[in-house]
Each structure stands twice: as C-alpha cells, then as structure tokens.
C-alpha cells in the first residue's frame, strides 16, 4: 500500500507519500481498500500539531474515507468482503489502503457515490447532532449558518432546509453566497462586504434567529450573539478563523438564550447507538435526495499538498475529495 505518512506535526510539508507494509485487521477490525477519502480542516491542524487531538507520530492524516471492505477480523458482524463502506477514524485516510475499528465503519446503501461518502460522515454527522439533536431545530423557525459555503456549512444548509426552517446563510464572497442559494438557502449575506448584523436586523424584522451555526468563530461570535432572538441557541462548531470570541455572559442572560457546544466525534464515541441512528436517517435522506455533499475539487490522491494549497487560501467551496483510480 501508499500512504501520506506524517513522522513529525510541524506542518504540511512534513508529510510525505510513502510505501508501506498492507496491515491486516485484528479482532473487531476492518481493512478498507480506500476508494475516495476527502479533507477537513481539521485535517490541516493534525499535520501542524495545531488540533485537540493529537495522534502519535508517525501516522497517516485523513479523518474520513469511503472504499470497499477487502478483510475483516474476528467478530466482525455488520460487513464483509466487498462490502461498500465509508469510515470516520480520526486517521488513516489519505492512503490506499486502512485497517480500522469495526465501530466506525458505516455499511452503504445502494446507489450512493464513493466520493459523497467520503464527503459525507463528518460534515453531516456535525450538522445533524448540531441543528437536530443539540439545537432542535424547529420547521417554521430560522437559521443563520456562517461560513456556510464550507463542508459543514453546506450541509448545515441542506439539513436545515430538510429540517423545514427559514435559512441564512453569511459567506465571504458573493460567489459562496451563490452557492447557498443553489443548495436551498432562502437569504445569503456577503459579510466581506455587508454589515453583519445590519443585514440580520434587515432580514428579521429585528426579531433575531432562532439558531446560529456557527463553525468561524473570530470577530464574528458577538455581533452575531447581539442579533438572537429570545430563547435562541448559539452553536459552537468550531473556530476557522482561527481566534476563539470572548462572549460577555450577559447577552445570553438578556436574551433568555443557550450557547451550545458541539462535538460530534464525543457524541459518537459516547452515544454509538444514538450517532448510527442518525447516520441511518441521513443515508435515508440522501436516498431521497434532501441531502449531497458539495464537492469542490476531485484530486488525485498522489494530490495532497495541492489540496491542502487549496484549503489554506479559504477558497474551497463544499469538501475536497482524494480519489485512487
């Protein structure tokens, strides 16, 4: 097998594609020929020893895949030899190849692509449990997502819309916010070149929203906070802009409102039953077609460092997705 091997976290360039002996899976394990595995951001700060988890050198980047189970070992039950699957592990992504637990490997329905599998588990996984289970996410109630024309944001999007709410989606460019309303958004800002929360005013009647996702985090937390309605919840996703806000605990006190963590890799480590149960619906939904992957740019795998170019310049529009012919 081929791998992009990380020996030592200290940034993109110390990652390098390697040949490596073909593991063999163990007790409760799978082997997956990857067919397709796609990049986060996440992603990114593993390689430069920037993320919260921190995997033991040397290891292989790429948290999330889909492929064809090749072998399993003992006492693996719900997939066998030539199944098709996607897997969220953490690493072992960006290769030819992985051996992983059995626990995260999610059989495929019929019809569904390998490239919007490997786009898929991560992205909707955290704005399921995010908007749905974290938020409850009401139809007739509305949503802002920020950096919405990103992979989460994209299926905050998506899922938002299946869920029956009134969407916003806020983006850097007027190209993303064109995007947005291509995949159901029902109003866009551009707040590169708009007022934030002039335009959230504007487009509430002052009422507020009801639920913001938010995956940027940086200046943007608390103009926002400023503009929720009563009783709104704040989801924290995440912190792409790199600064972490520092709220004043007072907005939530005036406005009655809940600021929420989210943390779809605990959920599911914590709550396996629940997490299957909403991987199982959304697979049901993108049979029914409320949900797909945006896919930017199909690389080949060999393609890693052009991808990771492309992630740093904040371009990318959905997921980037590494493909082996």
């Not at 790429?62 to 953490?90: I, Q, T, Y």
């Not at 019929?110 to 599998?117: H, I, P």
């Not at 399921?128 to 999007?157: C, F, M, Q, S, W």
């Amino acid at each position: 097998m081929h791998a992009w091997l990380c020996e030592n976290p200290t940034g993109v360039d110390a990652v390098a594609w390697k040949e490596l002996p073909t593991p063999q899976p163990a007790a409760g394990e799978v082997l997956i020929a990857i067919k397709a595995a796609s990049l986060n951001f996440p992603d990114l700060l593993v390689v430069q020893g920037k993320y919260q988890v921190k995997p033991t050198p040397p290891f292989v980047p790429g948290s999330e895949f889909a492929g064809v189970v090749e072998a399993v070992g003992d006492g693996v039950r719900h997939v066998k030899p030539g199944d098709p699957v996607a897997a969220f592990a953490g690493t072992g992504g960006f290769a030819t190849h992985a051996c992983v637990k059995a626990e995260v490997v999610m059989p495929l329905p019929r019809g569904f692509a390998f490239d919007d599998a490997a786009a898929f588990v991560l992205t909707y996984g955290t704005s399921h449990h995010a908007l749905v289970d974290r938020a409850a996410l009401k139809a007739g109630e509305t949503l802002l997502v920020l950096g919405a024309a990103g992979g989460v944001g994209t299926a905050a999007v998506q899922i938002g819309k299946a869920v029956g709410a009134r969407v916003i989606a806020a983006a850097s460019s007027d190209e993303k916010c064109a995007l947005c309303r291509e995949i159901g958004a029902d109003e866009t800002i551009n707040y590169a070149s708009a007022n934030l929360r002039d335009e959230l005013k504007r487009l509430t009647g002052s009422k507020g929203v009801d639920v913001v996702y938010d995956p940027v985090g940086g200046d943007l937390a608390e103009p926002v906070f400023r503009t929720i309605a009563w009783r709104g919840r704040y989801l924290v996703i995440g912190f792409a802009q790199g600064g972490i806000p520092n709220l004043p605990l007072n907005l939530p006190l005036l406005k009655g409102a809940s600021l929420v963590g989210v943390f779809w890799g605990e959920f599911a480590r914590r709550e396996p039953q629940a997490n299957a149960r909403m991987l199982a619906e959304l697979a049901q939904w993108y049979a029914r077609g409320l949900v797909k992957p945006v896919i930017d740019q199909r690389l080949p795998m060999t393609a890693l460092p052009e991808a990771f170019a492309r992630m740093g310049t904040r371009k990318v529009r959905g997921k980037l997705v590494l493909v082996n012919d």
